[in-house]
């Protein structure tokens, strides 16, 4: 009877050793993830899914920890302590990040992409696997490419519809010199500002305008100070889901696979959370009274044709074969629809 209890136990043993080996690679660790914007942001729909998946994929060992609004800093110091190892990690825009990887600064050339879809592929394949290896390369993982989105025009003088539209009108612009020289190349009086001065600089007309995705235009009530907008989609500035490699390599094999594979599908939710709210955002703004409109196909080209004196410009800050990079995926891109 106690030979055959012995042998009972042994088994069971054995069974749960061979039974969870991936469990006993999974330390219980709690990681903070910075954010600049707020919780009510897509990308908050998104770590939730996130956080679902490394829930099932760790059995609840690995958790995040959001810190909303700059709450641990912005964008640019948040991304700096993760570089360093004294943050885990951080969701921020391309923008921010071009002294450290210049390559970067391809998404913010304008009228670079018509749709989503073209971003993604682009993001989503070898070109974004090299833009990886250089962020690897300065201490980051780019977990995986979330969605800032399409900018877009509001202002409380007249519809875009055309290039020269912009001629003369005050526009506030991030302190960005890719930015600042193509709404100067238009024509504007393109004004670097800081986000939170915008709203009270639209209101008492010092601006008259300021580009963002719509979600931002909404929920920071700036289409309560502006008579239009219009859907330019100029610029497409993607998230990105940077943790600290120096820390992540401290974890094992199956926690980093884990985070890789999660933040995927926190990827894929917050993409379709992002799109549905702006045009949600849209019809809101619309409903508030402000005049839409969309340009068309033809005037949207001779945007993209007067803008190529930018693209000369900050081509080799850049990188030339960055620039043709993409440029040569997309052609072959449209080239097949």
Not at 191 to 212: C, H, R, W, Y
């Amino acid at each position: 009877m106690t030979r055959s209890i012995l042998k009972g136990a042994l088994c069971l043993t054995t069974a749960l050793a061979t039974a969870s080996p991936a469990l006993a690679e999974f330390t219980e660790r709690t990681f903070r993830v910075s954010n600049g914007i707020n919780e009510d942001h897509p990308v908050a729909t998104g770590m939730a899914a996130m956080q679902e998946c490394l829930d099932e994929q760790t059995g609840g060992m690995m958790q995040m920890q959001g810190f909303w609004g700059g709450a641990l800093g912005g964008d640019l110091q948040a991304t700096q302590a993760v570089r360093s190892g004294l943050q885990e990690a951080v969701v921020t825009s391309s923008s921010p990040l071009v002294g450290m990887v210049p390559a970067l600064g391809v998404f913010d050339l304008p009228f670079l992409f018509r749709t989503p879809e073209e971003a993604y592929a682009v993001m989503d394949g070898p070109f974004g696997d090299s833009l990886n290896e250089q962020l690897d390369a300065v201490g980051l993982v780019n977990l995986a490419y979330w969605e800032n989105g399409f900018r877009n025009m509001s202002n409380s003088q007249r519809p875009i519809e055309t290039w020269e539209d912009f001629e003369g009108m005050k526009v506030r612009v991030m302190q960005n010199n890719i930015f600042l020289d193509t709404f100067s190349n238009f024509g504007a009086n393109a004004t670097p500002m800081s986000f939170g001065e915008v709203f009270s600089a639209l209101e008492t007309k010092a601006i008259d305008a300021q580009e963002n995705p719509y979600v931002t235009i909404d929920t920071s009530r700036f289409y309560e100070v502006q008579e239009y907008i219009s859907e330019t989609k100029h610029a497409y500035t993607p998230f990105l889901f940077l943790f600290s490699k120096a820390i992540l390599n401290s974890y094992s094999p199956e926690e980093q696979q884990a985070l890789r594979d999660c933040a995927i599908v926190g990827r894929d939710v917050e993409r379709e959370a992002i799109q549905a709210l702006n045009l949600e955002s849209l019809a809101k703004m619309e409903e508030a009274g402000l005049a839409f409109n969309t340009i068309t196909p033809e005037n949207q080209e001779e945007m993209l044709e007067k803008s190529q004196v930018v693209y000369e410009t900050h081509k080799a800050a850049i990188g030339a074969d960055v620039v043709d990079e993409v440029q040569a995926t997309l052609a072959e891109l449209r080239a097949a629809e």
